[in-house]
């Protein structure tokens, strides 16, 4: 039997069309709201710290337009060396960024965030993924980068598409959470919650 949380409303706080292809895999009702906030890193803030921030602050975000709902924030940080790689957003960042980390392991920090707006609680998860990328030539990164134009994605990678090429391998306990929402830890957030996927 379904508990009364199982019919409230859920709030995907994005804008990414990836974010809502891999929530569909769900099979459950949602809704799509873009909670447009500063994503920029503050000062001495780490990496992982920053992912978790904004997933949690996009969540919240929402909830002045949804405030009954259970809402969905996520982010992710991809670093290097101590660098963090944000989205390029133009043709020129992205290949100065392949070229940078051709050759060498990035790490994907993907935070998950999980508001229940009526009770204010919030659920936080990381998902770290190592992704080592193949030794690409400039030509190799031109041709990508005119095919797939991933300027929207951190570190130029968009490993949903052709960017599965660039990716010599990768250890991640949750592989959606490359992508950009990971789902398994998605599923556990949600049971905790009271909603029945299957």
Same mark, same amino acid.
């Given at each position: 039997m379904?508990t009364q949380?199982?019919?409230q409303?859920?709030?995907l706080?994005?804008?990414s069309?990836y974010r809502r292809?891999?929530?569909?895999?769900?099979?459950i009702?949602f809704?799509?709201?873009?909670?447009?906030?500063d994503?920029?890193?503050?000062?001495?803030?780490?990496p992982?710290?920053?992912?978790l921030?904004?997933a949690?602050a996009?969540?919240?975000?929402v909830?002045?337009?949804?405030?009954?709902? #259970?809402?969905i924030g996520a982010?992710?940080?991809?670093?290097? /060396?101590?660098?963090?790689l944000?989205?390029? %957003?133009?043709? @020129?960042n992205a290949?100065?960024?392949?070229q940078f980390?051709r050759g060498?392991e990035?790490?994907f920090?993907?935070?998950?965030?999980?508001?229940?707006?009526?009770k204010?609680?919030?659920?936080?998860?990381?998902?770290s993924?190592h992704?080592?990328?193949?030794k690409?030539s400039?030509r190799q990164?031109e041709?990508?980068l005119t095919?797939?134009q991933?300027?929207?994605?951190?570190g130029?990678?968009?490993?949903?598409? #052709?960017?599965i090429?660039l990716i010599e391998r990768m250890v991640? /306990?949750?592989?959606s959470?490359?992508?950009g %929402?990971?789902? @398994?830890?998605?599923v556990?957030?949600l049971t905790?919650?009271?909603?029945?996927?299957?």
């Amino acid at each position: 039997m379904k508990t009364q949380k199982a019919a409230q409303q859920l709030v995907l706080g994005s804008s990414s069309i990836y974010r809502r292809e891999l929530l569909q895999r769900l099979q459950i009702p949602f809704e799509v709201f873009n909670p447009e906030i500063d994503e920029t890193p503050l000062a001495e803030e780490i990496p992982e710290g920053t992912a978790l921030r904004l997933a949690a602050a996009k969540a919240r975000a929402v909830a002045g337009t949804y405030p009954n709902a #259970l809402i969905i924030g996520a982010d992710q940080v991809a670093v290097l /060396e101590g660098i963090q790689l944000g989205k390029p %957003l133009n043709h @020129i960042n992205a290949t100065r960024q392949l070229q940078f980390i051709r050759g060498k392991e990035v790490v994907f920090h993907t935070a998950l965030g999980l508001f229940n707006s009526p009770k204010g609680s919030m659920q936080t998860r990381l998902i770290s993924s190592h992704v080592k990328f193949r030794k690409l030539s400039d030509r190799q990164i031109e041709n990508y980068l005119t095919k797939e134009q991933p300027y929207h994605c951190a570190g130029s990678a968009k490993s949903e598409g #052709l960017g599965i090429v660039l990716i010599e391998r990768m250890v991640s /306990e949750d592989p959606s959470a490359l992508i950009g %929402l990971p789902l @398994i830890a998605l599923v556990e957030m949600l049971t905790c919650e009271g909603v029945e996927i299957v």
